[in-house]
């Protein structure tokens, strides 16, 4: 969808970063709002995948579908200039467990 | 795409209520695929003819197979069923809620296949299950996008976050039409080669909007504002106006999108700020119902002015 049109850059680059969701109540609403916050932050395009199922990473609707409880992986994939900055952010936001412990 | 792969469990999870389906026996069979969607019944099977037995599908015994059954001698009945078992089926349904034979849930247990009894009739069971089936193993994948019914027209809306997709499914649905996913949208190919869009698990019937938050879009507008599945007949694609690939003025320029290999019609909608989109979405899929009967307005107003044009060309002469 998005790549209609999209011109490779010199300076687009694609990361792919596996994390663990580390709070107990999972990916539910608030952090996957979080989480989408953060992301809309970033121009790179933010996919993330779990098992069989991708989805954007700018959606708080297709976070919750991924259904990631604690202790879920997710490869989350950036794609763009900004794209290392958009990684670190979004697993500090894991690390810090969306601060809900 | 994903690989269409479906278990005995993905089985169950969706027609566990609908086939009021028990687990009776084997439940460390659950993780067994089935790699065909129809059911079999296996009478050749029980007689020991084992020539074209399909032992890719779920094995059926209704009244038949279990009066056939109960009328061998004991050894013969457990040798004949082991022999079915033998051949890595991937699961077992007694119907009619017949009485479950020993034998079944020992040979069930000892070649770890699951063992399933319902009430439902044989001839209700294989067809309610040969859907299921069929819907599990039909080609699928989940796009990003919004899907909404407009007065029958199946309509996918996509493009960058942000863009407007839930916000144009909203006013749509304030308009009457109804939602069908909120920008994650599950779509797979049906037996007539058309696509069918549906929503994704827990959010379904749900919506975030930007501001509001997440809303329950039937609570707020009724039941009949919601669908659970829709033939997609047109994709739109909104877009800046600078990102527009090539714009076609006229109408006459017929793009396609394929999903999961099949065409849809698809058009570019640029989005600029403050143009009401629903209003256009709206027609889209008006004029797209248009074509479909035939009817091209774009192409039948140039056949016009063609010949117009070609009367003027012969008064010049």
Same mark, same amino acid.
Do not use: W
């Given at each position: 969808?998005?790549?209609?049109?999209?011109?490779?850059?010199?300076?687009?680059?694609?990361?792919?970063?596996?994390?663990?969701?580390?709070?107990?109540?999972?990916?539910?609403?608030?952090?996957?709002?979080?989480?989408?916050?953060?992301?809309?932050?970033?121009?790179?395009?933010?996919?993330?995948?779990?098992?069989?199922?991708?989805?954007?990473?700018?959606?708080?609707?297709?976070?919750?579908?991924?259904?990631?409880?604690?202790?879920?992986?997710?490869?989350?994939?950036?794609?763009?200039?900004?794209?290392?900055?958009?990684?670190?952010?979004?697993?500090?936001?894991?690390?810090?467990?969306?601060?809900?412990? | 795409?994903?690989?269409?792969?479906?278990?005995?469990?993905?089985?169950?999870?969706?027609?566990?209520? *609908?086939?009021?389906?028990?687990?009776?026996?084997?439940?460390?069979?659950?993780?067994?695929?089935?790699?065909?969607?129809?059911?079999?019944?296996?009478?050749?099977?029980?007689?020991?003819?084992?020539?074209?037995?399909?032992?890719?599908?779920?094995?059926?015994?209704?009244?038949? %197979?279990?009066?056939?059954?109960?009328?061998?001698?004991?050894?013969? *009945?457990?040798?004949?069923?082991?022999?079915?078992?033998?051949?890595?089926?991937?699961?077992?349904?007694?119907?009619?809620?017949?009485?479950?034979?020993?034998?079944?849930?020992?040979?069930?247990?000892?070649?770890?296949?699951?063992?399933?009894?319902?009430?439902?009739?044989?001839?209700?069971?294989?067809?309610?299950?040969?859907?299921?089936?069929?819907?599990?193993?039909?080609?699928?994948?989940?796009?990003?996008?919004?899907?909404?019914?407009?007065?029958?027209?199946?309509?996918?809306?996509?493009?960058?976050?942000?863009?407007?997709?839930?916000?144009?499914?909203?006013?749509?649905?304030?308009?009457?039409?109804?939602?069908?996913?909120?920008?994650?949208?599950?779509?797979?190919? &049906?037996?007539?080669?058309?696509?069918?869009?549906?929503?994704?698990?827990?959010? =379904?019937?749900?919506?975030?909007? =930007?501001?509001?938050?997440?809303?329950?879009?039937?609570?707020?507008?009724?039941?009949?504002?919601?669908?659970? %599945?829709?033939?997609?007949?047109?994709?739109?694609?909104?877009?800046?106006?600078?990102?527009?690939?090539?714009?076609? *003025?006229?109408?006459?320029?017929?793009?396609?999108?394929?999903?999961?290999?099949?065409?849809?019609?698809?058009? %570019?909608?640029?989005?600029?700020?403050? *143009?009401?989109?629903?209003?256009?979405?709206?027609?889209?899929?008006? &004029?797209?119902?248009?074509?479909?009967?035939?009817?091209?307005?774009?192409? %039948?107003?140039?056949?016009?002015?063609?010949?117009?044009?070609?009367?003027? &060309?012969?008064? &010049?002469?």
């Amino acid at each position: 969808m998005s790549n209609v049109g999209h011109k490779q850059d010199a300076n687009d680059r694609i990361l792919v970063r596996e994390v663990k969701i580390q709070n107990k109540l999972g990916l539910h609403a608030r952090p996957a709002a979080l989480f989408v916050k953060a992301a809309n932050r970033f121009a790179s395009d933010i996919t993330v995948e779990k098992g069989n199922s991708k989805v954007s990473g700018k959606s708080i609707m297709g976070l919750m579908t991924l259904e990631a409880g604690f202790g879920a992986s997710l490869k989350i994939i950036a794609e763009g200039t900004d794209a290392e900055a958009a990684l670190n952010e979004i697993q500090s936001l894991l690390d810090s467990k969306f601060l809900e412990g | 795409m994903n690989k269409t792969l479906a278990t005995v469990e993905d089985f169950l999870k969706v027609a566990q209520v *609908r086939l009021e389906l028990d687990l009776v026996a084997g439940a460390s069979g659950l993780g067994r695929r089935i790699e065909e969607s129809a059911i079999n019944r296996p009478g050749l099977a029980l007689t020991g003819f084992f020539q074209y037995f399909a032992h890719r599908r779920i094995q059926t015994l209704g009244h038949a %197979e279990t009066a056939y059954l109960a009328s061998l001698k004991d050894g013969e *009945r457990h040798e004949r069923l082991k022999q079915i078992f033998m051949r890595h089926i991937p699961c077992i349904v007694v119907t009619r809620r017949h009485r479950i034979l020993p034998e079944l849930i020992e040979l069930a247990e000892e070649y770890k296949t699951c063992l399933l009894r319902t009430p439902a009739i044989t001839k209700n069971f294989i067809n309610g299950a040969t859907i299921i089936m069929g819907n599990l193993l039909a080609p699928h994948m989940v796009m990003q996008g919004t899907m909404v019914e407009i007065l029958g027209v199946g309509v996918l809306l996509i493009g960058k976050p942000g863009v407007g997709k839930s916000e144009t499914a909203l006013a749509l649905i304030k308009k009457g039409h109804c939602l069908v996913s909120d920008d994650v949208t599950s779509l797979r190919v &049906d037996s007539s080669n058309d696509i069918i869009g549906s929503p994704v698990g827990v959010i =379904r019937y749900h919506m975030e909007i =930007r501001g509001l938050g997440i809303i329950h879009v039937p609570s707020l507008f009724g039941v009949a504002s919601v669908r659970n %599945e829709k033939q997609l007949d047109l994709v739109i694609n909104l877009c800046s106006p600078e990102s527009i690939a090539a714009e076609d *003025r006229s109408g006459q320029l017929a793009l396609k999108r394929s999903i999961l290999g099949v065409d849809i019609p698809s058009i %570019e909608i640029p989005v600029a700020p403050g *143009r009401v989109v629903a209003n256009i979405v709206e027609v889209a899929a008006l &004029d797209q119902m248009l074509k479909r009967l035939g009817h091209d307005a774009a192409k %039948e107003l140039d056949e016009k002015l063609i010949s117009v044009l070609s009367k003027d &060309d012969k008064a &010049d002469e």
